[in-house]
């Protein structure tokens, strides 16, 4: 099973709101990552965990904030966000101790900010 | 900076017709990934390839992976429509969890 899960597929929400993006995976990887897609463009890396610890902050504003409740889940809490933040949002996963640590994606949170 | 240059950026062609993709870098990486994505989805992953002059078959897609390990290639042989996307290169930073990103291929194979 090579399969990671996202929820919700798709978001609207407004400037004002608080929302929350989830992740999960159970495949045993240890690391959990959240990228920004804009459309025709590559994946952005935001965020990285690795054995539940932050590893990396690709310098994302403060509106977005990951969280790693345990090894299976992630989560991304959204607030006051802004209409460029429009895009979509994928996690993915990778095996430890592996020479290939293929990264495997999700189908993605399209995220609308009106 | 670790860049990952893919060419050619757009490609149209006829059913039937073969093409190949280039992933380039001068940096060595210990392996390399290659993905397929469809609009509004995430990236599906087709292979990883991790030895020197490793080639990998998958149906009609061959991957090699160049011998010094900093470049590799996407062959597809008789393309068919089921091949639009985007495809994607990515390799991980050594010492890092950071994967870095090709700029993608956009195919679109005309029926």
């Known amino acids: 099973d090579t399969e990671v899960t996202q929820t919700p597929k798709h978001l609207v929400m407004g400037m004002t709101n608080k929302k929350s993006l989830k992740c999960e995976q159970h495949m045993g990887h240890r690391a959990m990552y959240w990228y920004k897609q804009k459309a025709k463009k590559p994946p952005e890396l935001m965020f990285v965990?690795?054995?539940?610890?932050?590893?990396i902050n690709e310098s994302v504003p403060s509106r977005f904030s990951p969280e790693c409740p345990n090894s299976s889940l992630l989560n991304l809490h959204l607030h006051a966000l802004q209409p460029e933040d429009s895009a979509l949002y994928l996690c993915?996963?990778?095996?430890?101790?592996?020479?290939?640590?293929?990264?495997?994606f999700g189908p993605g949170t399209r995220l609308t900010v009106l | 900076t670790q860049l990952l240059e893919q060419s050619p950026q757009f490609l149209s062609i006829q059913e039937g017709e073969n093409l190949t993709v280039y992933c380039n870098s001068s940096s060595v990486f210990s392996s390399l990934q290659w993905y397929r994505q469809e609009p509004g989805e995430g990236p599906v992953l087709l292979v990883t390839v991790v030895t020197g002059g490793e080639v990998k078959k998958l149906k009609r897609l061959t991957f090699q992976f160049g011998d010094a390990r900093k470049d590799s290639s996407l062959h597809i042989t008789a393309a068919q429509p089921g091949d639009t996307g985007l495809y994607l290169c990515a390799a991980l930073i050594a010492g890092t969890y950071k994967y870095i990103f090709g700029t993608g291929t956009r195919l679109k194979v005309l029926a």
């Open positions: 993915a996963s990778s095996q430890e101790g592996r020479a290939s640590k293929t990264q495997y």
């Open positions: 965990y690795s054995y539940e610890k932050l590893s």
